[in-house]
C-alpha cells in the first residue's frame, strides 16, 4: 500500500461534558449561536415558538423527535446531539465506532482507494482534531527532509504545516495561508465548542513564523489567486502552487465518520502539474 493506512481507534474530541446543564441552557446556546429566533427554529422544526420558549426555560420537556429535529435545523454536529438527547433523559442516539472497527472496513477500503486514486497530487485524512489517519504518495513528497520530531505519531496536520521545524520555513506565502488554517480552526471551534481543539488552535497559534527557505519573497500572484488562495511551497528547489479542498460524508449516522475529512490539494498551475506527474511517475 503506498498511503499512510487507516486504522486507528476513535478518540473522545469534544468538550466536556455538559450534560448536567440541562436541556434549556443547551438548546438556547445553540440557537443564539447559529442566530436564529425562537420563532425562526419553531417555523423550520413544525413547532411552535411558545414551545420552543418554553423547552428553553425548562417550563417543557421535549419529546426525542422534535429535539433531534430541533438539533438537524440548528446543525448541530452529531456528538454534540447525543449530549442534547441526554440533557433531556434521552439515550444516546449516535455510536461512535473506532475506525478500525470490522464494521468500517468498508468506508476505509473505500477512502484509501480514493485518496491513491488522487495520485499524483496529494490527499490526506484527518480526524476531528487534524490528526492525520491516512496519507497519499503525494503528501509523503511533500514532508521529505522534515526531522522525525515532527513527524512522529500521532501526525497532526496543524503542527506539521505551521510548525517552524515543519513545513512552514518551504510555504512561500507563509503569512496568508497561516491566517487561513488559523481562521479555519476558529470556525470549526465554533462549530463543535472542542475543547481539544481548541487547545491545538493555542499551541499552533503561538509558533514562531519563520521566514521562507532562502530569504526569497513570495513571486507574483498566479492565476489561481483570482479563484482560491493557494499554498505555494518549495520542493527540491522547484515552486510548487494548491489549492485546498475538503469533503465530508453526507448525513453521517456515526461520530467517528461524521468527524471525518479528507483534504485534496489540487495543483493551481501546468508547472505543478508537470512537475508531480515527472516526479511520481519515476
Known amino acids: 500500500m503506498t498511503t499512510l493506512p487507516i486504522g486507528r481507534a476513535a478518540r473522545p474530541t469534544a468538550s466536556p461534558d455538559r450534560t448536567h446543564d440541562g436541556i434549556g441552557p443547551l438548546l438556547r446556546a445553540w440557537r443564539e449561536r447559529r442566530r436564529v429566533t425562537q420563532l425562526e427554529l419553531a417555523l423550520r422544526a413544525d413547532s411552535s415558538a411558545r414551545h420552543i420558549s418554553f423547552v428553553e426555560t425548562g417550563r417543557s420537556r421535549p ?29 444516546p442516539r449516535y455510536r461512535e465506532t473506532p475506525l478500525d472497527d470490522p464494521a468500517l472496513e ?8 480514493l485518496i491513491q486514486g488522487y495520485e499524483p497530487y496529494p490527499a490526506f ?16 513528497m511533500l514532508v521529505e527532509g522534515l526531522p522525525e520530531s515532527v513527524l512522529a505519531p500521532p501526525l497532526n496536520a496543524m503542527r506539521l504545516t505551521l510548525h517552524p521545524e515543519g513545513l512552514a520555513p518551504r510555504i512561500r506565502n507563509l503569512p496568508e495561508w497561516r491566517g487561513h488554517l488559523l481562521a479555519q480552526m476558529e470556525r470549526q471551534i465554533a462549530l463543535h465548542r472542542s475543547a481539544p481543539l481548541r487547545a491545538l488552535y493555542e499551541e499552533v497559534a503561538a509558533y514562531p513564523v519563520p521566514e521562507a527557505e532562502g530569504g526569497q519573497p513570495d513571486p507574483a500572484p498566479d492565476s489561481a489567486s483570482t479563484f482560491a488562495l493557494p499554498m505555494r511551497i518549495e520542493h527540491d528547489g522547484q515552486l510548487l502552487s494548491f489549492v485546498s479542498s475538503i469533503s465530508t460524508f453526507n448525513t453521517p449516522m456515526d461520530i467517528t465518520v461524521a468527524e471525518l475529512a479528507i483534504e485534496t490539494l489540487l495543483p493551481a498551475d501546468p508547472a505543478t502539474v508537470k512537475y508531480l506527474h515527472s516526479t511520481m511517475s519515476c
Open 63 to 91: 419529546s426525542e423527535e422534535l429535539l433531534l429535529r430541533l438539533a438537524e435545523h440548528l446543525d448541530i454536529p452529531v456528538r454534540e446531539r447525543n449530549a442534547l438527547l441526554l440533557s433531556a433523559g434521552y439515550a
Open 125 to 140: 485524512v484527518v480526524d476531528a482534531t487534524y490528526d492525520v489517519l491516512a496519507a497519499n504518495r503525494g503528501i509523503l
Open 106 to 113: 468498508s468506508l476505509r477500503e473505500g477512502v484509501e482507494r
